[in-house]
């Protein structure tokens, strides 16, 4: 399903797209529905790349063994 939709835009922002859409043989409709599926596509991998990282460190922290460093240990990983 295609709805349509109004936006507000900079006068220079529109002649300048228009341009860029011309130079790429599109519409300003394409141009604008491009950038906006990549903007949706780029958020949802953020996501996505976020949640398997929350994933993975909860098994490596419920799979972990306990620290366990002595004095000398400590003092080394702070130098």
Do not use: H
Not at 34 to 56: N, P, T
């Amino acid at each position: 399903m295609v709805r349509n939709v109004t936006f507000s835009l900079p006068v220079e922002l529109i002649r300048e797209a228009k341009i860029l859409a011309a130079k790429q043989d599109k519409s300003l409709n394409a141009i604008v529905r491009e950038s906006l599926e990549q903007a949706v596509e780029s958020d949802r991998r953020y996501q996505e790349a976020g949640r398997r990282i929350l994933e993975r460190a909860k098994e490596d922290l419920f799979e972990a063994k306990p620290w366990r460093w002595n004095r000398d240990e400590i003092y080394d990983r702070c130098r």
